[in-house]
């Protein structure tokens, strides 16, 4: 691949972290890489094939017949099994040949009435990550006429896979943001993660709230003369080492980064994600190359308005303050003495609760809970 595309596309794709439009971009950018002719970034349900997403030349209109007829049809969304499915799924890259045979799927009403029609004769899937009971993937398409993908192009795929889900997973924390200036500070004081802003050489200039918690917490990071200082020795000099690259002047070098950074409690370890920022998306920056490094307590307390639970998931006021108290890690016995009510009563409750919210059971409630938690309010 040539390398001043390449940065190009990883310059667009950690761009989108801050200014979600630059996804469609990104998009079209990485179908032009991969030799496809169009891409969709899809969040489907693995139920029904519902869902929406993100269309790069595609025709708009597909989208309403997507709804209306084609979701449930969808070889690659309707699973058999969706909540064994998704105990067992892992981000992976996939063409649509893994799914389906090539000649069984080129017989069924789906491709010849939906994919044909919009030129889509094989389909590269580059996972991303589930909320739900739906998936986040980057589909790249190709007609007939361009071939199917191969090794090549999955190598192509597979480097750019972490850039993807790295962005993709920060570009949550600045969903609904489109102010700049004062307004972009007070976007990332929103966010319960701590978020650092550091220039190209490694220094600081700017740190939220949550950040600010974590490091009056003294549980493992520390900043030091503007850099960060871990619990060890190797930890500094590993974040000192990604901060450097996701800064770097030089675009062929420049990337992100992910680790983990054990804590002195002994705890679980504080996760870490380093990524290049985009200086013209966001003026409070220095002028050239900055970095976004967004550091996770996996153990901090984490809440979910029972308002917001009711709105999201057409929770009753009982099954909300149920969930809420199951997040808070509450057992069922617990919560059937706050909330003055037999056992029984909560595990139907609970039943109820992981039907509208598609949660296996109560691990699952309290992840799905978690990471909206961790999330902007609306």
């Avoid at 029972?306 to 809420?324: C, I, K, N, P, S």
């Avoid at 029984?344 to 992840?367: H, M, N, P, Y």
């Amino acid at each position: 691949m040539d390398e001043r595309r390449y940065s190009q596309l990883l310059d667009l794709i950690y761009g989108a972290v801050a200014d979600p439009t630059l996804w469609v971009s990104a998009m079209e950018h990485m179908a032009d890489t991969l030799g496809g002719n169009s891409a969709w970034l899809s969040q489907l349900s693995v139920e029904d094939g519902s869902g929406s997403g993100l269309l790069a030349r595609i025709d708009p209109i597909m989208p309403a017949r997507y709804v209306e007829y084609y979701a449930r049809h969808n070889p690659f969304s309707n699973i058999s099994h969706p909540r064994e499915y998704l105990s067992r799924w892992r981000p992976k890259i996939r063409t649509d040949a893994d799914w389906r045979h090539k000649h069984d799927l080129i017989n069924t009403e789906y491709y010849n009435d939906f994919m044909r029609p919009q030129q889509v004769h094989s389909v590269l899937m580059i996972d991303l990550e589930t909320q739900g009971m739906e998936t986040s993937t980057v589909n790249i398409n190709r007609a007939e006429s361009q071939g199917l993908f191969n090794n090549d192009d999955l190598a192509v795929a597979a480097a750019l896979h972490p850039h993807l889900i790295r962005a993709f997973k920060l570009s949550r924390v600045f969903t609904g943001v489109r102010s700049l200036g004062d307004a972009a500070v007070a976007a990332l004081d929103q966010s319960t993660d701590g978020l650092f802003i550091f220039n190209g050489a490694g220094g600081l200039r700017h740190v939220n709230r949550a950040g600010e918690r974590i490091l009056a917490q003294r549980r493992g990071l520390g900043i030091v003369a503007g850099r960060f200082v871990g619990a060890a020795a190797s930890v500094s000099k590993a974040l000192d080492a990604l901060i450097l690259i996701a800064g770097s002047p030089d675009p062929t070098i420049r990337g992100g980064g992910s680790m983990a950074a054990p804590t002195t409690d002994g705890g679980a370890p504080l996760s870490i994600t380093v990524t290049p920022l985009n200086a013209e998306t966001w003026p409070i920056v220095s002028s050239g190359p900055s970095v976004l490094v967004c550091v996770t307590d996996l153990t901090s307390d984490v809440d979910v308005s029972e308002d917001r639970m009711r709105g999201l998931f057409a929770l009753t006021a009982a099954e909300a303050r149920v969930a809420r108290l199951i997040l808070r890690g509450a057992a069922p016995r617990q919560v059937a003495e706050t909330c003055g009510v037999g056992v029984s009563t909560v595990r139907s409750q609970l039943g109820s609760i992981f039907s509208k919210t598609g949660a296996a059971d109560q691990a699952e409630l309290s992840r799905l809970l978690s990471r909206l938690g961790r999330g902007k309010e609306e």
